[in-house]
């Protein structure tokens, strides 16, 4: 009987050290993640006193080298504070945000750690390695949860072309849905859910180095996937590839390293979520000492197009004329940027030499005169094999940036392509727009000349399908966006009700009204923002295009108006002195009056673009007006299916 009564004590005093349960909450409490260390590695986070989600088990398998998490064993804890602010280099919601979460480090037996962090609005965690191997073999990542009694969900598809869900365009569309009936095919992030209580929750990652993207299945739990390192492949065309014969392992890295964050933003509604920062605040700040080169703007783009102008004594094209035309409006309107997309380059492969029709030496030149700046398409491939050679000539030709395309693919060396990239670039002073790509991971707060992503599905698309509908556009603000920045190419100047929109190539338009187009520039984030339509189109209508040239592409702050998912958004946005409102609604008409309270002292001159009165049957029908309002004001707003507004508040004289 003693024995058993000393055995059982030893087994008591022995627990808190082998299987413990640990708590960290945010700062203000509303967020709390309860981990406990038994046979695996576990945690359940709360809200506002509620279990809203419960992981099954994190764990990092190792080749030869075990199952990091597996029978963990806690050597000791460390806990932090932050509160510091963060100044954004290109701002896309503030130009300072605040820093402020509670950390928990668990510093394990076998040289490894998971950190922990809670946040106001979110939760997150990553493991970091010690290990004595210069190389360590990734087999797997155990990341499998479940969001508690969920009531829905936003949940990404793709059809996609290839037999490989991992070499995609990434240009997800989204479906709201119960939770219960999610498919369960393999998506990319982010994901939105509802949790019981109403949070709001969204699902993706940040600081992604040197590791492959991490990919979602919904089995009994959502559960993490991952692309494994390619050993063999086949080239398909110019731009794609067939998988031969892929590794068992998903990464070879560094033994010694910070892996990414997994990342849990949970908001009380809807319009908390639009100014979550948490991907953005989780990567590793800049690297760019200097980051004053690097200028946001507007870009006349040539490729939705097709360069279909018209109105000119020259035959229009890929050629040096109909450049110099763009150039010309660009001038004439403020924006900064003309855009060469595919076409330029004597062909794809060979992005060293122009085709015969183009001088870019004479078109930099000619743009300079003029300050706009001239951006180049290349695709990804001839970049990666010749990539100094190639930087190195478009520097010196002058170019101010590249948008890199059709990389399709989220294996760990396509992330490291990304990485290198965005450090090449950054040594030669261009930007970098990643199109054909994976969702942002926080890259463009390490290098703050990654200024903008494609991995949507958007504009384009309405070229060839229906797919990019009103409402597709009031749900990528909660899904898609919530990752980081996104070029979804705005900006069409044939606008169509739902019954007479035809897909058409070379003449393509919007589904949706023309003011639903404009609040685009005020409501997606894109410090690189194109004016997707021809110039002869906007030329037509210099009153309307005189307004929209006025929108920036960065914001220094960001207030929420009015957010439902889907259904309605409406974002008022600040630079400077001035305020920008803009907001959209899908294939219901919208109708409510919001305070200007956030005005601050004194008048305003407000310039307000609305659905026209016939907007219903002619999408392109919009009205522009301009009165004095202050923060006593209240701006009734009524959108048209489909519809939008904008509203330009300027400080009176």
């Known amino acids: ?174 479906k709201p849905q119960k939770y219960t009936a999610i498919d369960s095919a393999q998506v990319g992030l982010p994901t939105y859910f509802t949790a019981k209580n109403g949070a709001k929750i969204v699902f993706t990652e940040s600081d992604l180095f040197d590791y492959p993207n991490l990919f979602i299945k919904k089995k009994e739990n959502i559960t993490g996937v991952f692309p494994h390192v390619i050993l063999e492949q086949q080239k398909v065309g110019d731009r794609s590839i067939k998988i031969l014969k892929e590794a068992d392992y998903i990464a070879e890295t560094n033994g010694t390293r910070a892996f990414p964050w997994r990342l849990w933003m949970i908001n009380d509604n809807d319009a908390g979520l639009l100014t979550n920062t948490l991907v953005y605040q989780l990567a590793t700040p800049s690297k760019i000492k200097d980051a004053s080169w690097i200028k946001p703007g507007k870009v006349a783009w040539d490729w939705w197009n097709d360069n279909n102008i018209y109105g000119v004594d020259f035959k229009s094209g890929i050629n040096t004329e109909t450049y110099k035309y763009y150039i010309d409006f660009a001038s004439k309107y403020g924006l900064e940027y003309i855009m060469l997309d595919e076409g330029w380059t004597k062909n794809t492969q060979d992005i060293l030499h122009s085709n015969p029709n183009i001088d870019i030496p004479e078109l930099v030149a000619y743009g300079k005169k003029k300050n706009v700046g001239v951006l180049l398409w290349v695709l990804w491939n001839p970049l990666n094999e010749k990539m100094d050679e190639v930087l190195d000539l478009y520097k010196n030709w002058g170019i101010k940036g590249i948008k890199v395309d ?97 897909a058409v190539y070379s003449q393509p338009m919007s589904m949706g009204t023309r003011a639903h187009q404009t609040a685009l520039y005020v409501l997606f984030e894109s410090p690189l923002q194109m004016l997707a339509d021809n110039p002869s189109n906007y030329q037509q209508d210099e009153k309307y295009t005189r307004y929209l040239a006025q929108f920036p592409s960065i914001w220094d702050d960001t207030k929420v108006l009015y957010a439902d998912a889907g259904k309605a958004v409406v974002v008022a946005r600040k630079l400077g002195n001035k305020w920008y409102l803009g907001g959209i609604t899908n294939w219901n008409t919208f109708a409510q009056d919001f305070k200007l309270d956030f005005l601050g002292k004194g008048k305003f001159s407000i310039e307000l673009l609305e659905d026209g009165i016939n907007a219903n049957k002619m999408a392109e029908d919009y009205k522009i007006t301009q009165k004095q309002v202050d923060a006593t004001s209240v701006l009734p707003v009524k959108m048209a299916q489909g519809g939008g507004f904008t509203a330009i508040l300027s400080p009176s004289n």
């Open 1 to 174: 009987m003693k024995k058993s009564i000393l055995f059982a004590l030893m087994l008591f005093l022995i627990k808190p050290v082998f299987a413990k349960d640990y708590e960290l909450s945010s700062p203000s409490g509303n967020n709390k993640i309860k981990i406990s260390c038994d046979k695996r590695i576990s945690f359940v986070v709360f809200n506002q006193g509620s279990p809203i989600l419960t992981t099954e088990q994190i764990a990092l398998a190792l080749k030869d080298l075990g199952v990091l998490g597996q029978d963990p064993k806690v050597a000791r804890e460390i806990r932090t504070k932050a509160n510091t602010s963060i100044n954004v280099e290109v701002p896309v919601k503030f130009k300072t945000i605040t820093d402020e979460y509670n950390q928990l480090e668990l510093v394990f037996k076998g040289n490894y750690s998971i950190i922990f962090r809670a946040y106001n609005n979110g939760v997150a965690y990553r493991f970091v390695t010690s290990l004595k191997n210069d190389k360590v073999f990734v087999n797997n990542e155990n990341i499998a949860f479940q969001v508690n009694d969920a009531q829905n969900t936003i949940w990404p598809f793709e059809g996609s072309k290839h037999a490989n869900l991992f070499l995609s365009h990434f240009e997800y569309s989204f």
């Open 406 to 502: 059709f990389m399709t693919r989220a294996e760990q060396y396509m992330v490291n392509f990304y990485t290198r990239t965005a450090e090449a670039c950054a040594k030669r002073n261009l930007m970098v727009d990643f199109h054909g790509a994976y969702k942002p991971t926080g890259l463009h707060r390490t290098y703050p000349n990654v200024i903008s992503y494609e991995g949507v599905h958007g504009l384009e698309n309405n070229k060839w399908e229906a797919t990019v509908t009103p409402e597709h556009d009031a749900l990528l603000p909660f899904t898609r966006m919530m990752a980081g920045p996104m070029d979804y190419t705005p900006g069409a100047m044939r606008n169509a009700i739902k019954a007479n929109f035809n």
